[in-house]
């Protein structure tokens, strides 16, 4: 196992060591108690086949202890199956719970990067994945060892030829699971990569399946997925076929059948030499067998353990991303004025896609972003409401830096409606009142009448009561609708998301007015003819702001908003 796999694990099951610890000492007593039947069936027929030993005080004693030892196996071996178990819901649920509060805590930005499949996979999945771990792996680790050494360690008091015999199988089952576990991590990575591959190729050629038919490239789309496929298989195939191999010499070296042909071959040879007596072949038939049966239920539960050991790495991973410092000194800003003071931003630390950039949106104003595709138009808006920190420089509402603004304060000073709009899996209604819990009914109904979607709702079956999915426009309506309704006193707008349904632009441009009405606003802007009103233009190009004014003014200068505007496409332009 690598370092870094260890200490994440170890990191991860602290809060259950002491727990596990206990359990596995339980397990050890239970594999221990496990064998007392077995050497006192042997001892019985020991007692009753020698008529000179038999003594009924002895044999009974022998009973009792066998079924002593039975009693304490069965109680042992529950209650630390029964401490693993809880120890794993326990630690299940505190590890959910961390999450969903670092999830809470890790930038706004960071969702745009990781999907809610790997969220959920982190939540759900990996999370379970570690039941083999806590819930099973360490009892059979236990019991891999106990059963063995001290099943050894008798049969070497019964006949120390015979008990070498009977585990001769154990060194070579060792030695075939070491060479195979050589370079295991490496070839695993390579699989990974492989799979990768195939569901890169399969996911392209399922999404462009269209546009692929269309020009008359199935073949070759189909080429790709099926090169990819080809080359798995031939992977994988020469990784599995000796591994399989070293693996079935492995496991029948310790197998029940290949330990029973062992030990009868050898008693016969020593029995008939005269050199033991028949007697003692029955521990060897009895214990023997049973001997490397754990480490077997050990080596089966090994791609449960790589499983779980793989998702451990995820989960902390993720409880590792960094979090947004919270608010340093609260404090509450005065008034809405906001201000970008020469904002520097990156995302990978090394290219900055802001530079410098500095702003001031005043309350009852509209500030209009313009600039070429990639300038940094949604990154800057998305800094006020802290999807990140900028790198240098500060933002600030209300003179105060929105880094010493109380998150839940400041998502009720800024609204947004960006393009990714998601509607929740709830009601139409609730989805609406998310901004504000509290509002009623009838404000709802009106918030939605001004963006243009009440009556497109009441036309759903079940109103407002429905959990049903809308179109994108009508999504896009609907948290128009919401950020009416929370009635923030800034708004950061993405001018596309408004515009999306051309049907509608004109009742939208009504509700735009409303929403934007004595409010701080910042529109992201796509199209030139819709933004010629603004109070203010701001034309960032390659993150730096190269232009600033009312729209008479910009187009008076030889700039870059001449040009856009010249061309008249600004929204193909920037899109
Ligand atoms: N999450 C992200 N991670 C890394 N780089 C990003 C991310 N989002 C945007 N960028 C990069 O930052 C730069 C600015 O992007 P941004 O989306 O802010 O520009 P924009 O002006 O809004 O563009 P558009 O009009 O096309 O939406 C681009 O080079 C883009 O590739």
């Not at 360490?138 to 001290?150: C, F, Q």
């Not at 407002?464 to 923030?488: N, W």
Request: contains cysteine; aromatic residues 6%.
């Amino acid at each position: 196992m690598a370092k870094r796999e260890k200490g994440e694990l170890g990191t991860l099951l602290a809060p259950v060591r002491t727990r596990l610890t206990v359990a596995g000492v339980l397990q050890a007593i239970a594999s221990a108690a496990a064998l007392v039947p077995y050497v006192m069936l042997a001892e019985l027929a020991r007692e009753l086949l020698d008529p000179a030993r038999a003594d009924e005080g002895r044999v009974w004693t022998i009973v009792v202890l066998a079924a002593v030892g039975l009693l304490v196996r069965t109680l042992a071996s529950g209650a630390a199956a029964t401490v693993t178990h809880l120890a794993d819901v326990d630690l299940q649920l505190r590890l959910r719970r961390d999450i969903v509060a670092k999830l809470g805590r890790v930038p706004l930005g960071w969702f745009s990067g990781h999907g809610s499949g790997e969220v959920k996979k982190a939540v759900q999945d990996d999370v379970h994945s570690l039941h083999h771990l806590v819930g099973h792996a360490v009892l059979d680790l236990v019991s891999a060892v106990v059963t063995p050494v001290l099943t050894f360690a008798y049969l070497l008091w019964v006949d120390w030829r015979m008990a070498l015999v009977t585990a001769v199988g154990l060194p070579v089952y060792l030695a075939a699971y070491a060479a195979m576990m050589r370079g295991y991590q490496a070839k695993l990575g390579e699989i990974n990569a492989a799979t990768a591959r195939i569901n890169t190729a399969a996911v392209e050629f399922v999404n462009g399946v269209a546009v692929v038919k269309t020009f008359g490239q199935a073949r070759r789309a189909h080429r790709r997925f099926a090169e990819a496929a080809d080359d798995f298989s031939t992977m994988f195939r020469r990784w599995v076929e000796p591994m399989t191999r070293t693996e079935a010499l492995a496991q029948n070296a310790i197998a029940p059948v290949s330990v029973l042909l062992l030990v009868l071959t050898a008693s016969t040879l020593l029995v008939s030499s005269g050199s033991l007596a028949p007697v003692d072949v029955l521990p060897f038939a009895l214990l023997g067998l049973g001997m490397g049966q754990p480490i077997l239920t050990l080596g089966f539960g090994m791609g449960a353990m790589q499983e779980a050991r793989e998702a451990a790495a995820r989960v902390t991973g993720l409880l590792a991303v960094p979090e947004l410092p919270p608010a340093g000194a609260p404090a509450v800003p005065e008034g809405h004025v906001v201000e970008f003071d020469r904002v520097t931003f990156s995302y990978d630390g090394e290219r900055d896609v802001l530079r410098e950039v500095s702003l001031t949106l005043r309350p009852g104003t509209v500030t209009a972003l313009v600039g070429p595709s990639g300038s940094g138009k949604s990154t800057l808006a998305r800094l006020l409401p802290r999807f990140w920190d900028p790198g240098q420089g500060t933002v600030r509402i209300g003179g105060v830096d929105v880094r010493d603004i109380p998150s839940g304060e400041l998502y009720r000073l800024v609204g947004t409606v960006f393009q990714d709009v998601r509607l929740l899996r709830m009601s139409v209604r609730d989805n609406i009142r998310l901004g504000r819990p509290e509002a009623t009914d009838a404000e709802v109904e009106a918030a939605a009448k001004a963006a243009c979607v009440h009556e497109r709702i009441l036309a759903l079956p079940g109103g407002y009561d429905a959990v049903a999915s809308l179109s994108g426009g009508e999504a896009q309506r609907v948290s128009i609708a919401r950020a009416l309704l929370a009635d923030t006193p800034v708004l950061v707008l993405d001018e596309a998301t408004a515009y999306a349904d051309p049907e509608s632009e004109a009742s939208i441009q009504d509700a735009l007015s409303t929403l934007v009405a004595g409010r701080t606003v910042l529109v992201i802007a796509h199209r030139l003819h819709t933004i010629t009103g603004a109070d203010q233009i701001v034309v960032l190009e390659d993150g730096a702001v190269v232009q600033r004014g009312g729209h008479d003014d910009l187009l008076k200068e030889d700039g870059v908003y001449r040009r856009l505007w010249e061309r008249g496409a600004v929204k193909e332009e920037s899109r």
